[in-house]
């Protein structure tokens, strides 16, 4: 029973970050929240197969959420650190660990924890 526990709160608190992070940015529209939940959906599967994986999920969620929207909409989030060249995203890091951040590849910049966008 914990371990179910363990990993709804895992999940609840993905999606709890990824909706802020949209939200920060204004782009949380109904059929993008669809998307969060089906990562969320992808992700508990993920998490069933490989329980040790449950620190991972927040940066798991946000970076499927992200491939998503670039499949659909385009970038997302664009970083807010180059003002100079193309517009590009923020990259999650570390792609699989704990404790994920919005980090600008290019400046090699923190922007943000996961969930902390403004």
Do not use: F, N
Request: aromatic content about 6%; overall charge negative.
């Amino acid at each position: 029973m914990d371990d179910i526990d363990s990993l709804e709160q895992a999940l609840h608190a993905a999606r709890a970050l990824v909706l802020a992070d949209l939200a920060a940015r204004d782009v949380a529209a109904a059929e993008v929240v669809s998307l969060v939940e089906d990562a969320v959906t992808h992700r508990r599967w993920w998490v069933e197969q490989w329980p040790e994986g449950i620190t991972y999920v927040a940066g798991l969620v946000a970076q499927d959420v992200q491939d998503a929207l670039l499949e659909r909409y385009g970038r997302w989030p664009l970083c807010p650190v180059c003002s100079a060249g193309d517009p590009h995203a923020l990259d999650v890091e570390p792609e699989l660990g704990p404790d994920p951040h919005w980090v600008c590849g290019k400046a090699g910049v923190v922007v943000a924890p996961v969930g902390g966008l403004k």
